[in-house]
């Protein structure tokens, strides 16, 4: 049986470490600020540091090098430079929204993972029957960002979506239909073609009238997405 240790219990090592032990490997506990992270990489095949971004490079640095054991970090934004001194590194992003450890476990299964690195890095995504994408180092800032639009900025219009429907008397429920609908007609046409509205037809006095109605401090981001809306149209 393979063994991993994770240093982090967040909702993303938590997650991992519960689909990794459901999956068949040897979960040997989870490491925190109150432990000597020394000797944090002996004894196991992978090391997983599941920090917040700003100390993945400080926590390894205090993880003394093992040559046979693979250490990986969970950032969609870092590169391995942030592993150095450890002679295997690797990253390992699930693309995977991880609200809560209990809904990420399952997640986790089956899902994309953005890696980088050691090859050995693969035979974890294929424990959980994920599939994986290789990003370049130089490249993680922006594909991360590029998700970070996917996921919390559609969260953050969501939110939006939901108080102004509110003033109309009409529930989220609605808008979320109508919002599925909208990502499969992408998944299906791709963008430009899954456009609709009244910035893709030109109708301006629509527009117009929205942002009569709207309240003065939801109209900026409308009026943001209009334009980011015209931008899709005209391409």
Do not use: C
Not at 72 to 78: D, E, F, I, Q, V
């Amino acid at each position: 049986m393979r063994k991993v240790r994770i240093i982090g219990r967040g909702r993303a090592g938590e997650s991992l470490g519960n689909a990794l032990g459901s999956a068949g490997w040897e979960v040997l506990g989870y490491l925190g600020r109150d432990h000597d992270l020394s000797t944090a990489s002996l004894g196991v095949d992978v090391l997983v540091i599941a920090t917040p971004d700003d100390r993945v490079a400080s926590v390894a640095e205090s993880v003394r090098p093992t040559p046979t054991t693979l250490v990986l970090h969970l950032s969609g934004a870092l590169g391995l430079d942030v592993l150095e001194g450890h002679p295997r590194r690797a990253a390992m992003h699930p693309l995977v929204s991880l609200p809560s450890a209990d809904l990420g476990t399952g997640r986790l299964r089956g899902a994309w993972f953005a890696v980088v690195g050691d090859a050995e890095v693969d035979s974890l995504v294929d424990s959980l029957g994920g599939r994986s994408f290789a990003v370049d180092e130089s490249a993680r800032p922006l594909y991360h960002a590029a998700a970070v639009i996917s996921s919390n900025h559609l969260v953050a219009l969501l939110g939006q979506a939901e108080r102004v429907a509110d003033l109309a008397g009409v529930p989220l429920e609605v808008m979320l239909d109508l919002a599925r609908d909208t990502i499969d007609n992408v998944r299906r046409l791709g963008p430009a073609a899954a456009l609709t509205g009244p910035a893709a037809r030109g109708d301006e006095a629509t527009i117009a009238r929205h942002l009569e109605a709207l309240p003065p401090d939801e109209r900026a981001v409308y009026e943001a997405l209009v334009n980011e809306a015209k931008r899709l149209a005209e391409s």
